[in-house]
């Protein structure tokens, strides 16, 4: 079920203050998402900022940002689908090779 960013956000984002170091979390609208339901905003500082939200929006795009952001794990939210709950390591990145085992994403569960 498609998450309420009202709702779920904070949840999501103490997931992520949880993780070790700073985090980039990606998320990818559905075409038909509803814009008042905004997942991606931040504080003044995003260089101080331990998790930044970005929107994914091509991976030319996100590859940029990825690159803006070094030190930081990645992850995709794709809040308009089915199993929105999971916050996955961005594929490509190097926690993402890392996770190739039988590990769940982190989400609903946790």
Known sequence: MPLEASVERPRIENILHHEPGRQLCLVRYAPDHVPVDEW?????????????WARSLTPETDQKLIEAFPNHRVWLLQPDRDDAGQLIPYPG????????????PIGRGR
Not at 40 to 52: H, Y
Not at 93 to 101: K, P
């Open 40 to 52: 991606v905003f931040n504080k003044a500082d995003l260089a101080d900022a331990p998790i930044v």
């Open 93 to 104: 990145t190097q926690q993402e090779m890392a996770r190739v085992t039988q590990a769940p």
